[in-house]
């Protein structure tokens, strides 16, 4: 089949077959929750329909490991693609894992919500994997508005609601800019197809370079807004606050990792070429949200406002990477990306159990856990300080590499901003580690146990976070191929 | 004919106008439709640079399509959230309803 | 006066006042563009352009400053119908056409039913924040480096050109079918999040009379 324009078009489905896969396995929930009387099934059959599902399509996605190939012009699927597959289906699988229960008692419509965890799954595989602007917008919409959706499933909460639509009026404004900056771009370029972008770009451009730059400042503005950079953040605390555990976990990882994705596409490929124009927006931010993300979650009570400052910084840390970008500046932000997700999802999938047990989320409330559960107190100490990057642990390998490969695209200052932030962050990360160990148990004393599943979650979080930390090597060569399919040698 | 500057400078004052709603507007259902005004000035914005500047390929008025589309389905489901939170609260402001701090 | 006409007040005090406001703006933009037209200086484009816009840009601000919300709403439609005109001045009927529909008859009903299920009165009236001039200063700012930076650019002087409706639809359905998959996905989890949320004082209510019972 050819295109308007006499192009090939290569229409081979089977390259979508993850996605296809996920949107079936959607389908396939909601009809199950919806018949659940009449054929019998209880509440445990829907997360085993989503695991499966998602196993699937990790499988699927395994299969074109090894290709480099495109559907229609529209979605590339290589390594950097696979990458991103794979990555999303663990997290939500280790979620659905972790947090069933949680599901179960918390969240409204919980059908709905494994349907929407599946879409949002897919829509940020295709994020990672766009290659025309058009796939990449609608992406972050079905991203964007299965997230604000399930913020607001949050059952007997009046916060969840009121979440919801901070999170879904700021996000609209968000996708106004964004697009108005798309608009920009492609009037300058005059194609939404990432390869004449960046051809076109390329050329001579000091005709239009205002409404270039106009376009380049919007774009940053309404992916700051996701990725939720200062000065963009202020939806995160709220959104984080009032979403469902699990959701708010899903954002820290799957939304950041997936924006990431977006970033390293567009700014190593098609803005590439307009470098000039969009370094200092990037360091700014980065700087910015290092600082006041690390500052702010000094004064933070509740365990998600805390992480959620504490996510805010780890994008700053991120966000450096895209500075000085480069094929070894984009493998350094892949593997910290990977080590990040696997941290934090250690950390939330504690926090939920912990949460399944008491019904608090203080965290004072945390006071004594080391004697109630010592290793629940472990998982969630490990977690800590691989966040905050001590050594032996993943956080600290991810870190290091990143550190270094933005040391050597030569932007030290940023490093510098970097690593005190980073020991700051040590900081608040003690403070929950304290009350664990060094206070005793308010109230009820008794010892209690996870649930099978919150011992297979937290244990394979637990071993990726200690074993990647000492032997890293796998992740680093998964990331760095992948970046290399992002700067193809010409 | 009419010069491309007319259309782009329309809707970056349409863009504007939105987000003037947006910033100082507190009913949420009025903060929604000065997000159509944004969005309106976007699919302008789309349709102008394919009609003068991507005639052959018009992959902008495709965008346009999408942008209409979209912007249809956000108004759909975040009237949803305004109905239940008002259901809740008795408001559809969004600085009444601040139990969690911005 | 109005209570001397033998109508219902509440709506046609709307129309008629609404008329007169219109009338009263409309006749000097239309007498200058006239002049202008008559003169030379403007072609008949843009005289259709100028018109449009004012309306639009008129809609626009009545959107974004009536106390009343309802009389907000009807502004949105005429900013709306405004920016259908603008594309059919950018040669493209197919999208006025969805514009229209989707806009007028669609999404403007569906704002004026949440207005009247949150605020279930005769005359919605609302204040609006203290941070007015703040907005406005932010709104003015943006304006003005757009317009510069739009006006600054050398587009060249390009031609619009119509696109065949046929050409349109392959393109649509042909080069960018996969798209249409996804935004078929994105009303799906659009409606599924009104319904969840519009839904919930049924389930709750059920759910206790479950638990009386």
Request: charge should be negative; include cysteine.
């Given at each position: 089949m050819t295109d308007i324009l006499g192009n090939d078009l290569n229409m081979q489905y089977s390259l979508l077959l993850p996605e296809i896969l996920l949107g079936v396995t959607a389908f396939l929930v909601v009809f199950a929750d919806l018949f659940s009387k009449e054929l019998k099934i209880g509440y445990r059959l829907l997360p085993l329909i989503t695991v499966a599902g998602l196993v699937a399509a990790l499988a699927a996605s395994l299969i074109w490991a090894d290709t480099t190939s495109d559907f229609a012009m529209l979605v590339t699927v290589d390594s950097f693609t696979t990458f991103f597959r794979v990555l999303f289906c663990i997290v939500a699988i280790v979620l659905v894992i972790g947090a069933h229960e949680y599901i179960e008692a918390h969240v409204n419509h919980p059908g709905e919500f494994f349907a929407l965890l599946l879409l949002s799954t897919a829509g940020a595989s295709f994020m990672a994997g766009a290659q025309d602007l058009l796939t990449a917008y609608l992406a972050v919409e079905v991203l964007s508005f299965s997230l604000y959706i399930a913020v607001s499933?949050?059952?007997?909460?009046?916060r969840s609601g009121e979440a919801a639509l901070k999170y879904v009026l700021l996000g609209g404004v968000a996708s106004a800019f964004l697009l108005y900056g798309l608009s920009f771009i492609y009037g300058v370029a005059g194609s939404t197809q990432y390869a004449d972008i960046s051809a076109a770009l390329g050329g001579d451009l000091s005709d239009v370079r205002g409404s270039l730059v106009l376009g380049l400042v919007l774009i940053v503005a309404g992916l700051g807004f996701k990725a939720s950079a200062?000065?963009?953040?202020?939806?995160t605390p709220d959104a984080y606050e009032g979403a469902p555990i699990p959701v708010t976990a899903y954002l820290s990882a799957t939304s950041k990792a997936a924006t990431f994705a977006l970033l390293l596409r567009w700014f190593s490929g098609p803005l590439l070429p307009a470098i000039d124009e969009w370094q200092w927006m990037i360091a700014v931010l980065a700087t910015a949200t290092m600082v006041l993300g690390n500052l702010v979650a000094l004064?933070?009570?509740?365990i998600k406002r805390l992480l959620a400052y504490s996510s805010i910084a780890q994008v700053g840390f991120m966000l450096m990477a895209l500075v000085g970008i480069s094929q070894i500046t984009a493998g350094g932000l892949l593997a910290h990306l990977g080590g990040y997700l696997i941290t934090n999802l250690a950390v939330f999938v504690a926090v939920i159990h912990f949460y399944n047990r008491t019904g608090k989320e203080e965290i004072t409330d945390f006071k004594g856990l080391a004697q109630t559960n010592p290793y629940l107190a472990l998982v969630m100490t490990a977690g800590l300080f691989s966040l905050a990057g001590m050594p032996l642990l993943v956080g600290f390998f991810t870190k290091f590499i990143l550190f270094q490969t933005v040391v050597e695209a030569d932007f030290l200052w940023l490093v510098v901003v970097a690593v005190v932030a980073s020991t700051v962050s040590l900081y608040y990360y003690l403070q929950v580690i304290k009350q664990m160990y060094l206070y005793q148990p308010d109230g009820d004393a008794t010892r209690w146990r996870l649930t099978p599943t919150g011992y297979l979650s937290t244990g394979a979080l637990l071993a990726a976070v200690v074993v990647l930390g000492l032997w890293g090597t796998p992740l680093y060569e998964v990331a760095d191929k992948a970046a290399a399919a992002l700067f193809p040698v010409a | 004919m009419i010069p491309i500057e007319n259309f782009l400078v329309l809707s970056g004052l349409l863009f504007a106008i939105g987000l003037f709603g947006v910033l100082s507007r507190r009913s949420a259902i009025l903060i929604l439709m000065s997000v159509e005004l944004m969005l309106a000035g976007v699919a302008i914005n789309f349709i102008t640079f394919a009609s003068y500047?991507?005639?052959?390929?018009?992959s902008g008025l495709v965008f346009a399509l999408f942008v209409i589309t979209v912007a249809a389905a956000e108004v759909g489901l975040a009237l949803g959230i305004v109905l239940r939170l008002f259901r809740e609260?008795?408001?559809?402001?969004v600085d009444e309803a601040s139990s969690l701090k911005w | 006066m109005f209570d001397r006409l033998p109508l219902p007040s509440q709506f046609d005090r709307t129309i008629i006042s609404g008329g007169t406001v219109l009338a009263l703006g409309a006749t000097p933009v239309l007498v200058v563009l006239a002049a202008l037209l008559v003169v030379d200086r403007i072609s008949a484009p843009e005289f259709v352009f100028f018109l449009a816009a004012s309306v639009l840009l008129a809609g626009a601000a009545g959107v974004v400053l009536m106390k009343n919300i309802v009389h907000a709403a009807l502004c949105l439609v005429v900013t709306l119908l405004g920016v259908a005109a603008i594309y059919l001045l950018l040669l493209t009927e197919f999208l006025a056409l969805v514009q229209v529909l989707v806009y007028g008859g669609g999404v403007v009903i569906l704002l004026l039913f949440g207005l009247m299920m949150t605020n279930a009165q005769d005359d919605p009236v609302v204040t609006d924040g203290s941070q007015k001039p703040f907005a406005f200063g932010v709104a003015a700012l943006i304006a003005g480096v757009f317009i510069a930076l739009v006006l600054d650019a050398h587009w060249g002087s390009p031609e619009a050109s119509i696109v065949p409706f046929r050409d349109f639809g392959a393109r649509l359905f042909r080069d960018f079918s996969l798209p249409v998959v996804i935004v078929a996905v994105l009303l799906d989890i659009a409606f599924t999040g009104a319904f969840v949320n519009a839904r919930r004082a049924e389930a709750d209510s059920a759910a206790r009379g479950e638990a009386r019972s």
């Amino acid at each position: 089949m050819t295109d308007i324009l006499g192009n090939d078009l290569n229409m081979q489905y089977s390259l979508l077959l993850p996605e296809i896969l996920l949107g079936v396995t959607a389908f396939l929930v909601v009809f199950a929750d919806l018949f659940s009387k009449e054929l019998k099934i209880g509440y445990r059959l829907l997360p085993l329909i989503t695991v499966a599902g998602l196993v699937a399509a990790l499988a699927a996605s395994l299969i074109w490991a090894d290709t480099t190939s495109d559907f229609a012009m529209l979605v590339t699927v290589d390594s950097f693609t696979t990458f991103f597959r794979v990555l999303f289906c663990i997290v939500a699988i280790v979620l659905v894992i972790g947090a069933h229960e949680y599901i179960e008692a918390h969240v409204n419509h919980p059908g709905e919500f494994f349907a929407l965890l599946l879409l949002s799954t897919a829509g940020a595989s295709f994020m990672a994997g766009a290659q025309d602007l058009l796939t990449a917008y609608l992406a972050v919409e079905v991203l964007s508005f299965s997230l604000y959706i399930a913020v607001s499933l949050g059952r007997n909460d009046p916060r969840s609601g009121e979440a919801a639509l901070k999170y879904v009026l700021l996000g609209g404004v968000a996708s106004a800019f964004l697009l108005y900056g798309l608009s920009f771009i492609y009037g300058v370029a005059g194609s939404t197809q990432y390869a004449d972008i960046s051809a076109a770009l390329g050329g001579d451009l000091s005709d239009v370079r205002g409404s270039l730059v106009l376009g380049l400042v919007l774009i940053v503005a309404g992916l700051g807004f996701k990725a939720s950079a200062v000065p963009f953040h202020m939806w995160t605390p709220d959104a984080y606050e009032g979403a469902p555990i699990p959701v708010t976990a899903y954002l820290s990882a799957t939304s950041k990792a997936a924006t990431f994705a977006l970033l390293l596409r567009w700014f190593s490929g098609p803005l590439l070429p307009a470098i000039d124009e969009w370094q200092w927006m990037i360091a700014v931010l980065a700087t910015a949200t290092m600082v006041l993300g690390n500052l702010v979650a000094l004064q933070q009570r509740n365990i998600k406002r805390l992480l959620a400052y504490s996510s805010i910084a780890q994008v700053g840390f991120m966000l450096m990477a895209l500075v000085g970008i480069s094929q070894i500046t984009a493998g350094g932000l892949l593997a910290h990306l990977g080590g990040y997700l696997i941290t934090n999802l250690a950390v939330f999938v504690a926090v939920i159990h912990f949460y399944n047990r008491t019904g608090k989320e203080e965290i004072t409330d945390f006071k004594g856990l080391a004697q109630t559960n010592p290793y629940l107190a472990l998982v969630m100490t490990a977690g800590l300080f691989s966040l905050a990057g001590m050594p032996l642990l993943v956080g600290f390998f991810t870190k290091f590499i990143l550190f270094q490969t933005v040391v050597e695209a030569d932007f030290l200052w940023l490093v510098v901003v970097a690593v005190v932030a980073s020991t700051v962050s040590l900081y608040y990360y003690l403070q929950v580690i304290k009350q664990m160990y060094l206070y005793q148990p308010d109230g009820d004393a008794t010892r209690w146990r996870l649930t099978p599943t919150g011992y297979l979650s937290t244990g394979a979080l637990l071993a990726a976070v200690v074993v990647l930390g000492l032997w890293g090597t796998p992740l680093y060569e998964v990331a760095d191929k992948a970046a290399a399919a992002l700067f193809p040698v010409a | 004919m009419i010069p491309i500057e007319n259309f782009l400078v329309l809707s970056g004052l349409l863009f504007a106008i939105g987000l003037f709603g947006v910033l100082s507007r507190r009913s949420a259902i009025l903060i929604l439709m000065s997000v159509e005004l944004m969005l309106a000035g976007v699919a302008i914005n789309f349709i102008t640079f394919a009609s003068y500047r991507d005639t052959e390929a018009f992959s902008g008025l495709v965008f346009a399509l999408f942008v209409i589309t979209v912007a249809a389905a956000e108004v759909g489901l975040a009237l949803g959230i305004v109905l239940r939170l008002f259901r809740e609260r008795r408001t559809a402001n969004v600085d009444e309803a601040s139990s969690l701090k911005w | 006066m109005f209570d001397r006409l033998p109508l219902p007040s509440q709506f046609d005090r709307t129309i008629i006042s609404g008329g007169t406001v219109l009338a009263l703006g409309a006749t000097p933009v239309l007498v200058v563009l006239a002049a202008l037209l008559v003169v030379d200086r403007i072609s008949a484009p843009e005289f259709v352009f100028f018109l449009a816009a004012s309306v639009l840009l008129a809609g626009a601000a009545g959107v974004v400053l009536m106390k009343n919300i309802v009389h907000a709403a009807l502004c949105l439609v005429v900013t709306l119908l405004g920016v259908a005109a603008i594309y059919l001045l950018l040669l493209t009927e197919f999208l006025a056409l969805v514009q229209v529909l989707v806009y007028g008859g669609g999404v403007v009903i569906l704002l004026l039913f949440g207005l009247m299920m949150t605020n279930a009165q005769d005359d919605p009236v609302v204040t609006d924040g203290s941070q007015k001039p703040f907005a406005f200063g932010v709104a003015a700012l943006i304006a003005g480096v757009f317009i510069a930076l739009v006006l600054d650019a050398h587009w060249g002087s390009p031609e619009a050109s119509i696109v065949p409706f046929r050409d349109f639809g392959a393109r649509l359905f042909r080069d960018f079918s996969l798209p249409v998959v996804i935004v078929a996905v994105l009303l799906d989890i659009a409606f599924t999040g009104a319904f969840v949320n519009a839904r919930r004082a049924e389930a709750d209510s059920a759910a206790r009379g479950e638990a009386r019972s």
